[in-house]
């Protein structure tokens, strides 16, 4: 056998066995089962080059990815949550990281995995020159992208990355140096902006689980923003080009706007109730631009589960056994098991609480809880409302019949679970304990609009009627009052967008990321510890202190061990790592 015919001699196997993903009839990414295949007789037809290109975007949808791993333990520890448990995870949610950590490593793993499957792609894709050109011509635009936003996530996390442009093809290709962030972004915009043509439109596709021209622009946004904020990451970077950074921001995220295809979703919690429903953009009003696309619950041949609703989701104490299932075939309501481990903070709720702002607070922060029988089947009764209050308009129709009620305002603690993602909605059953169908939204329309509304800012003396055009549309959609009304400053809109994005993209991995850029993000997480203290935070959770005690060294997270191990040409870490 030659050294070169299989990747998994020199390489992490599942890199090439075990994760390629087939189109399903639906035509949607779902994972099934692994088989081996050899690069040298691979890639003659359109099948197998759209085959390999499911591999590609097998990492994004992982639990080591948006999965699980990436929105609750290393994009979650920012200052509109905690974790709550009655230990601390070693996390760098939790502020008890190191460079040996599995949750840093294996994310930086599984990053580098998802260039090598583009790379590999992306050399064989010319192969066979009796494909149509066209086709090859989406499929390399698809790599690209893909192999750019790895780039990416690997810039937020670690600042200079070895830069792999070719495969790995042997042991010897291993060792590589740490390459400058900046010409690593100049690599993968490059990137990005020549696949655009060749992508697909949001039109031409009925899922969202796939890169179209509009998410590659609003990722090409995203990309601006946080390499303007670069510089106020930790004094290093350049700021000479900071207001074109922002200028290209504005572009990309107006372009999305002004193509017409998409708009925001009434009300706001059919965006969230969809991804638990497995239905895409439902109204027809195409808010949800990209997900990463989970399909089954790893009860089933479909294998592409994560845990979102699961980790990170609606608090469910229920009592799960093997015959939890049996529930939903008895007629019983069976809202799924949740470990609850993401609590909101108190100062999230209050700024739902400053603005009225219930039609996103109620959502996003538990405004019940479920009510289950103290022994025998522990079936779930129903729903018991905080404070008093009811808003049956939150719950939406799921074919049990749940008494509900409501308990004395007093004394019930503001800081509750993270309940964005609600497992009670799920389609595939019999649910499983921890494993759900549940997408998870990377990017939004509404994001789009905020960013608009953050570049156009920074770009003028004062704010301008499109950003307001644009902070207001979200506003509006929410229910409270726009800012058009009131007269802001250039620094007093800024803080509005800051707040707008909190209340709007809590739990959707952002928030760490903006505060990052923002230059906020150690003394701003520092602040928090105060908050334990206040009037509404309960008892039992102001452990969550010592996770807010975050050095500034977090705005890096440590190069693994195991590559320093392995690649002798990085030669030190990330500073106070």
């Not at 996003?364 to 409302?385: H, M």
């Not at 800012?457 to 506003?475: H, K």
Request: net charge negative; aromatic share 14%; with cysteine.
């Amino acid at each position: 056998m030659k050294t070169n015919q299989f990747l998994s001699l020199f390489i992490q196997p599942a890199y090439i066995l075990g994760t390629l993903l087939l189109f399903a009839s639906c035509e949607r990414l779902l994972e099934k089962e692994p088989y081996t295949l050899t690069l040298e007789t691979y890639f003659n037809n359109e099948t197998e080059l759209e085959t390999f290109l499911t591999g590609v975007y097998s990492p994004i949808m992982q639990e080591h990815f948006y999965g699980n791993n990436y929105p609750l333990y290393n994009a979650g520890g920012d200052d509109l949550t905690f974790y709550q448990r009655s230990s601390p995870a070693s996390s760098i949610l939790c502020a008890n990281a190191n460079s040996s950590n599995s949750y840093i490593t294996t994310y930086w793993r599984i990053l580098y995995e998802g260039i090598n499957r583009a790379n590999i792609l992306l050399e064989n894709i010319d192969k066979n020159a009796s494909i149509p050109q066209g086709y090859r011509d989406r499929i390399r635009a698809e790599a690209l992208f893909l192999r750019s936003f790895y780039y990416f996530n690997l810039i937020q996390g670690w600042g200079d990355v070895p830069l792999r442009l070719q495969s790995t093809k042997s042991v010897y290709g291993l060792d590589a140096p740490r390459a400058d962030k900046q010409l690593i972004y100049d690599t993968l915009i490059a990137d990005i902006v020549s696949s655009l043509p060749h992508l697909y439109k949001s039109t031409d596709l009925p899922y969202t689980g796939r890169v179209t021209q509009s998410a590659a622009k609003g990722i090409l946004a995203r990309i601006y923003l946080f390499r303007a904020g670069e510089h106020f990451r930790d004094n290093t970077a350049p700021d000479a080009n900071r207001q074109l950074y922002f200028a290209e921001a504005k572009r990309w995220a107006l372009e999305v706007k002004e193509s017409g295809l998409h708009g925001l979703v009434t009300p706001y919690q059919r965006v969230f109730l969809d991804l638990s429903e497995d239905k895409y953009n439902s109204t027809g009003v195409r808010e949800s631009i990209w997900e990463a696309e989970e399909a089954g619950n790893r009860s089933t041949v479909e294998q592409a589960a994560g845990r979102l609703g699961n980790t990170l989701g609606f608090g469910s104490s229920n009592d799960f056994s093997s015959t939890e299932g049996l529930k939903e075939l008895m007629g019983l309501a069976n809202p799924g098991y949740s470990y609850k481990f993401a609590y909101a903070s108190l100062k999230l709720y209050e700024m739902y609480e400053s603005e009225g702002d219930t039609a996103r607070g109620d959502w996003n922060i538990a405004n019940y809880e479920y009510v289950f029988e103290s022994s025998g089947s522990r079936k779930v009764l129903g729903r018991k409302y905080y404070f008093g209050k009811k808003r049956p308009e939150y719950i939406e129709p799921d074919g049990f019949s749940f008494t509900e009620e409501t308990e004395a305002a007093s004394n019930r603690n503001k800081t509750r679970c993270a309940a964005k993602y609600r497992r009670e909605h799920e389609v595939v059953g019999p649910k499983n304990k921890n494993y759900t169908p549940i997408n998870f939204p990377i990017l939004r329309y509404s994001d789009v609009l905020l960013m608009i509304a953050e570049a156009d800012n920074e770009l003028t003396p004062e704010p301008s009627a499109l950003a307001y055009e644009c902070i207001d549309a979200v506003r509006n959609r929410a229910g409270i009052m726009p800012l058009a009304a009131q007269t802001l400053t250039k620094a007093q809109f800024r803080d509005a967008i800051k707040k707008e994005r909190a209340m709007e993209l809590c739990f959707e991995a952002g928030r760490r990321w903006d505060l990052i850029r923002w230059g906020e993000f150690g003394a701003t997480m520092r602040s928090m510890q105060g908050f334990v203290n206040q009037e509404g935070w309960g008892g039992n959770f102001k452990y969550a202190s010592a996770y807010y005690n975050v050095p500034d060294t977090y705005t890096y997270f440590p190069i693994p061990d195991s590559e320093m191990s392995i690649n002798k040409l990085i030669t030190a870490n990330n500073p106070g790592w």
